[in-house]
């Protein structure tokens, strides 16, 4: 039996919705996890480590699609992102409001896993990293976050 080619349309068409909302919901769901406050545990920029009074400092915000990063509670960058968590490694762009890098726009990937968001980043303009390491003069950046715990009662 043949499939009267409007029927395959109507099929495809399904298929492509379908396949939207599951990315539009895997996207919500990662902006969900990445929602709260956040330490730095670690980084790296050129495959240099960052200092530990640096490192201390750094706390950053996420809510919705809007990230605020401070340095000893001053506005170090904040940035719109956009992610894509279809990816392998995960898209994340960080499209630069306020700070430092204002106007331009970084290009990374990062990983989600329980308390701990990774991510790596090209410097303004480069290309978007495939892995998270970085090497000395890449100007690239690797950096690791921790959640905050809310205490208790709050």
């Known amino acids: 039996m043949k499939v009267p080619h409007i029927t395959c349309l109507l099929l495809c068409a399904v298929f492509s919705l379908a396949q939207m909302f599951a990315i539009d919901d895997s996207v ?9 406050e956040w330490t730095l545990v670690s980084g790296s920029a050129s495959g240099h480590p960052m200092p530990e009074p640096l490192v201390k400092g750094m706390k950053r915000i996420c809510q919705g699609d809007e990230i605020t990063t401070r340095m000893n509670g001053n506005l170090y960058f904040k940035a719109k992102i956009t992610i894509d968590p279809s990816k392998a490694p995960k898209t994340i762009d960080y499209q630069m409001i306020e700070g430092f890098n204002k106007g331009e726009k970084q290009l990374g990937i990062y990983e989600l896993s329980g308390g701990t968001f990774k991510s790596s980043f090209g410097a303004p303009g480069a290309e978007r990293p495939t892995d998270f390491t970085t090497k000395p003069g890449d100007g690239r950046t690797l950096i690791v976050w921790k959640r905050v715990r809310a205490e208790a009662g709050k």
């Open 28 to 36: 919500k769901k990662d902006l969900a996890e990445m929602a709260g």
